[in-house]
């Protein structure tokens, strides 16, 4: 059962690892600027770049035994994702708010 929940642990840092990518290179391909959203997002890869080591230390200390430290790993590990989750809100809902560049539409008459 251990190894089944690291598993997944693991297989969520892969999946936030892709979103993050993804959501970069859709910004990046904008018109506008968006260089301090870009800016942010690299923080999510530093901060899962982080909990990928705290998830190697979590298992060594689950192998040991330390109970505790298993505890207060994955309080940190939860606390990193509850921070890219709202952060990641705030931009969603940030870019929601600017106005948007209607296209006109074109009418053609056969």
Known sequence: MQKIVIDR???SFDEL?????SARRA???LDKDNTDIIKRMNSYQQMLTKQRYLANEL???AGSGKWEEV???????NGLSLMIRDDAR????R????PRIE???ETYVC
Do not use: G, N, S, Y
């Open 59 to 61: 298992c060594d200390h």
């Open 103 to 105: 296209m006109p539409t």
């Open 90 to 93: 705030e931009i969603v809902a």
């Open 17 to 21: 690892e892709t979103a993050i990518t």
């Open 95 to 98: 870019l929601h708010r600017q």
């Open 9 to 11: 642990l693991f297989r």
């Open 71 to 77: 505890d207060r790993h994955i309080k940190l590990i």
């Open 27 to 29: 910004l990046e391909r």
